[in-house]
């Protein structure tokens, strides 16, 4: 793991975008991981303008998200097909068919969900998997359990996810109680992955993950440690309580 911590958010955001533009640029059909949520939007925005400006070209590349809030439609100004859209797809050359985003409607989560599995897996595997961070230490919806699934998979968020996500509605009965997720194992077998977590709300728990150096399902996050490929980049907010630096 490559603890890589920068001064502000937007060295963050162009340090993770320039690590997606090598891959982009090695391997111009790129099977990439998508997240959602605040942290990642300087990197969008930082790719965006390596769109315009650089000629940095997504043609080829392929995208899968994370997750979705399971009940949303994709016209929904929360959901995560919507976030993608205005944040980041339409600003760039990417072709709709290489897009795919978890059906928050699906009527057949089953299936739905072992389709999700097979067309990355078609696709070789993702090849670069961007993540946040949640302040429990959820990645995608992977929420601190007992237990963690494995494959995509309809997901309960806990209580303080519903809660750290009510700033997006309207009010906190409006917030999902179940999302269609990415499990553990999908995102263990991408090739490279990036965590990135900015702000001082997220200094705990990367505190909590990086100094006790363990692996346990309390932190799904956790579960980075025994991935070859990981950079961990976080802002000196996000940095405020490690104890050590690791490399």
């Known amino acids: 793991m490559n603890l890589i911590i920068t001064d502000n958010y937007n060295e963050l955001s162009k340090k993770s975008a320039e690590l997606i533009k090598e891959q982009i640029i090695h391997k111009p059909n790129t099977v990439l991981g998508l997240a959602t949520g605040s942290s990642p939007i300087g990197t969008y925005?930082?790719?965006?303008?390596?769109?315009?400006?650089?000629?940095?070209?997504?043609s080829k590349v392929i995208t899968f998200n994370l997750d979705e809030y399971y009940g949303l439609s994709p016209e929904n100004e929360q959901s995560y097909h919507y976030f993608m859209y205005n944040n980041f797809f339409?600003?760039?050359?990417?072709?709709?068919e290489n897009i795919?985003?978890?059906?928050?409607?699906?009527?057949?989560?089953?299936?739905?969900?072992?389709?999700?599995?097979?067309?990355?897996?078609?696709?070789?595997?993702i090849d670069i998997q961007l993540l946040g961070i949640g302040e429990n230490g959820h990645i995608g919806f992977?929420?601190?359990?007992?237990?963690?699934?494995?494959?995509?998979?309809l997901t309960n968020l806990t209580k303080n996810t519903i809660e750290v996500n009510a700033r997006f509605f309207k009010s906190i009965n409006e917030v999902p109680k179940k999302a269609v997720t990415m499990g553990l194992g999908t995102i263990m077998r991408s090739k490279q992955i990036i965590l990135i977590a900015n702000g001082?709300?997220?200094?705990?728990?990367?505190?909590?993950?990086i100094n006790n150096n363990v692996v346990t399902t309390?932190?799904?996050?956790?579960?980075?440690?025994l991935h070859r490929n990981v950079a961990v980049i976080?802002?000196?907010?996000?940095a405020g309580n490690l104890k050590q630096q690791i490399a």
């Open 45 to 58: 925005k930082e790719l965006i303008r390596m769109h315009k400006e650089e000629g940095l070209d997504f």
């Open 90 to 96: 339409k600003y760039v050359n990417i072709k709709p």
């Open 100 to 125: 795919h985003i978890p059906d928050g409607k699906t009527k057949n989560v089953a299936k739905f969900c072992s389709k999700y599995e097979n067309d990355i897996a078609e696709y070789g595997g």
């Open 142 to 153: 992977n929420e601190p359990d007992s237990a963690l699934d494995v494959p995509t998979h």
């Open 200 to 209: 001082d709300k997220k200094a705990d728990i990367i505190g909590k993950m």
């Open 218 to 225: 309390n932190i799904p996050a956790s579960f980075l440690f």
């Open 234 to 238: 976080v802002d000196k907010e996000a």
